[in-house]
Structures are given as structure tokens and as C-alpha cells.
């Protein structure tokens, strides 16, 4: 089944100790989102990509970066991670970004800091 | 800036009954979509139903229907014949169609926990 792969689903790492996220994603859509979500909260967008063209929120932190380097892949790091980043990062997926196009979520990556 | 506002942060309903979600949201645009997704416990969040703003006749998916207020901006979801299945934190979400510094972006509410009772 076409779908949206985030690995791994629990993340444990260690306060500013740089960490990567992974998502991939078998649906070929031109776009593909990040969000952070914290207990109980809206998803909270970081970043997206159309194709290549990488949107940042204007209040993404520096920490967060990202990298596309196919269709198919797509990174979260957090360079410095800190007790604050604790939380769920969601991958989503969009054939478009215009339009009433679905958006197509992995079960996200579950981040700890110690 | 679009707004999205889910006023109750939980909701519970009996197995077989019905129950509606309120949503209430801000924008300038004329031409957007609408969306309810749903996020079980540990499961990955999917789409419930969208309508487009532009259509007078709400959208319908199975025992899920939106009562759409466009001139009073607001998007409820009722979900009738209530199942276990159903228990779940729903997002109300609202995206442009085109253009501007939003594009192609969700901007969901708080969400509402909906609990199924047997």
C-alpha cells in the first residue's frame, strides 16, 4: 500500500546531542510537510518542500533543518536538541499545494530528550 | 491571519448516538477548503471530510456530515450512529486555495477529544 514511512517511531536522545528524523513516502507527491506536535496541541507546521523549494516558517527555530534529497526521502534535523523539542514530529504528504488536495500523514516519530 | 477555533476541548457521546464538533474560523479569503481530521491514540491522523468553500451543499462522508456557515464561518462536524471506532482527537483545519504567504498550508484548531462511550 501507498503510504507515508517515518523511522524511527521512538527517538531518544540525549539534551544537545544532533538527532535526524527520517520520512519516505511511496506516494511520488510533490510535496511533504513537518510539523511538530506537542501533547495534546495543534500540529504546529516547521517546514515544507515543494519538490526541490524549501519553505521555512518564519518561526521555525535554527535548531531545525530539513533536506529533500529525492522525491521519496525527506530529513528533519535538530542540531542542538533541547528539553523543549521533546515531542511528536509528523511527516505529511500533498500531491499539490493548491487546491482541497488531502494531506497524507505518517504515524510520526515520538522524540525524547534526556 | 487565518484563524482556526475548536471550542470545546472534549466531547463524549454514547455508543449509537450522535454527536457534533464545533468549529469556528477567520479569513479574509473568499475561496478555501475545510477539513476534519481525525487522530486516534497512536495511530497517524487521516481526513475525515473536506468541503470546499465555494459549495453551498455540505459534504457527507458515510455517518460523517459538516453543517457549513459560510457567512458565519463556522464548520461543524456531526458524527452520527456513534461507534467505539470513532473515539479519537479531531482537528477542524482550514486551507487556502491559492496564493499568498499560506499556501498550501493546514492551519488546524486546538482539536477536540472525542470519547465513545459503550
Known amino acids: 500500500d501507498a503510504m507515508v514511512i517515518q523511522n524511527p517511531r521512538y527517538q531518544v536522545t540525549q539534551f544537545g546531542k544532533p538527532v535526524t528524523l527520517s520520512c519516505s513516502q511511496t506516494?511520488?507527491?510533490?510535496?511533504m510537510y513537518w510539523y511538530q506536535q506537542k501533547s495534546s496541541q495543534a500540529p504546529k507546521l516547521l517546514f515544507h518542500?515543494?519538490?526541490?523549494?524549501?519553505?521555512n516558517e518564519a518561526d521555525t527555530p535554527d535548531n531545525f533543518q530539513s533536506r529533500r534529497p529525492n522525491t521519496s526521502f525527506c530529513f528533519l534535523d535538530i542540531r542542538s536538541p533541547g528539553l523543549g523539542d521533546a515531542a511528536m514530529y509528523l511527516c505529511?504528504?500533498?500531491?499539490?499545494?493548491?487546491?482541497?488536495?488531502?494531506?497524507?500523514f505518517g504515524p510520526g516519530t515520538r522524540l525524547t530528550v534526556t | 491571519a487565518q484563524t482556526v477555533t475548536q471550542s470545546q476541548p472534549e466531547m463524549s457521546v454514547q455508543e449509537a448516538e450522535t454527536v457534533t464538533l464545533s468549529c469556528t474560523y477567520d479569513?479574509?479569503?473568499?475561496?478555501?477548503?475545510l477539513f476534519w481530521y481525525k487522530q486516534p491514540p497512536s495511530r497517524q491522523m487521516i481526513l475525515v471530510i473536506r468541503?470546499?468553500?465555494?459549495?453551498?451543499q455540505n459534504a457527507t462522508e458515510n455517518r460523517f456530515s459538516v453543517n457549513f456557515q459560510k457567512a458565519a464561518k463556522s464548520f461543524s462536524l456531526k458524527i452520527s450512529d456513534s461507534q467505539l471506532g470513532d473515539a479519537a482527537m479531531y482537528f477542524c483545519?482550514?486551507?487556502?486555495?491559492?496564493?499568498?504567504?499560506?499556501?498550501?498550508?493546514?492551519?488546524f484548531g486546538q482539536g477536540t477529544i472525542l470519547t465513545v462511550h459503550p
Open positions: 505529511a504528504t500533498s500531491p499539490r499545494l493548491a487546491g482541497g488536495y488531502e494531506q497524507y
Open positions: 506516494l511520488n507527491h510533490n510535496v
Open positions: 518542500y515543494y519538490d526541490k523549494d524549501f519553505n
Open positions: 479569513t479574509s479569503e473568499s475561496d478555501y477548503y
Open positions: 468541503q470546499e468553500a465555494y459549495k453551498q
Open positions: 483545519a482550514y486551507r487556502i486555495s491559492r496564493g499568498g504567504t499560506s499556501y498550501g498550508k493546514l492551519t
